[in-house]
């Protein structure tokens, strides 16, 4: 079946310093891409609607200037964390849209991002 | 905004009880979905309900929708503890999805 991959599955890093996260549609191309953030037992908070060719849509209260989204192709989405800081680190998941599957979203494995 | 509640937020419950978990949401949709979360994991996929009436079961796990009540809710049957998790419904909202605030199963022996 479909498959959507994050990359890394968790990372530390220093603050200040930025981190990249990936998220590819493995076997369809997803014209659009979901990016959420979880807290500890939290729900899932999206904060941004990836389009591929085209700026991401933000949500309220995030910022885009910190969060860089880029959706380059079909089947590639990156978020990076610019300027990183301890309140930063989170779960970060990714979605992606099968529209050949009715629309059928996927969800990423999940990254960890720790900031120190 | 489209805003989904979930009811209760933390269960504790012994092997072999059954137990519901509500699903509310605000506003009209058609498309519903459950999902697992296990602990430093991502979303498992349960079900997915695309109309009024919709029931769908898996194993110890069953799911209903009802659009018009706009009520979702997921029954288990003679709990056993692989299935302590956290779940989470979500609503598709047209042009994103809207997440539960998750129930956290805790299943004792």
């Known amino acids: 079946g479909a498959v959507v991959s994050q990359h890394p599955s968790w990372v530390i890093c220093k603050s200040g310093t930025s981190v990249k996260i990936e998220c590819r549609s493995l076997?369809?191309?997803?014209?659009?891409m979901f990016w959420y953030r979880q807290f500890p037992k939290q729900s899932l908070m999206l904060m941004a609607t990836?389009?591929?060719?085209?700026?991401?849509?933000?949500e309220q209260g995030v910022e885009k200037d910190k969060f860089l989204i880029n959706h380059a192709s079909l089947t590639l989405s990156t978020l990076t964390v610019t300027s990183a800081h301890p309140e930063d680190s989170s779960f970060y998941i990714c979605?992606?849209?099968?529209?050949?599957?009715?629309?059928?979203?996927?969800f990423g494995e999940g990254s960890w991002l720790t900031v120190v | 905004e489209l805003k989904v509640e979930q009811n209760p937020l933390f269960l504790s419950m012994q092997e072999g009880k059954n137990y519901t978990i509500y699903c509310n949401y605000s506003?009209?949709?058609?498309?519903l979905y459950w999902y697992r979360q296990d602990p430093g994991k991502s979303l498992e996929s349960l079900f997915v309900?695309?109309?009024?009436?919709a029931v769908k079961q898996e194993g110890r796990l069953m799911a209903s929708l009802d659009t018009k009540a706009r009520l979702s809710t997921l029954h288990i049957t003679a709990a056993v503890h692989d299935l302590s998790a956290t779940y989470f419904c979500?609503?598709?909202?047209?042009?994103?999805?809207?997440f539960g605030t998750g129930t956290s199963l805790t299943v004792i022996p």
């Open positions: 990836s389009n591929e060719g085209s700026k991401a849509t933000y």
């Open positions: 979605s992606a849209n099968n529209r050949g599957q009715g629309n059928t979203i996927y």
């Open positions: 309900l695309l109309s009024n009436g």
């Open positions: 979500a609503v598709d909202g047209g042009n994103q999805f809207y």
């Open positions: 076997d369809f191309q997803a014209t659009t």
């Open positions: 506003t009209t949709s058609d498309r």
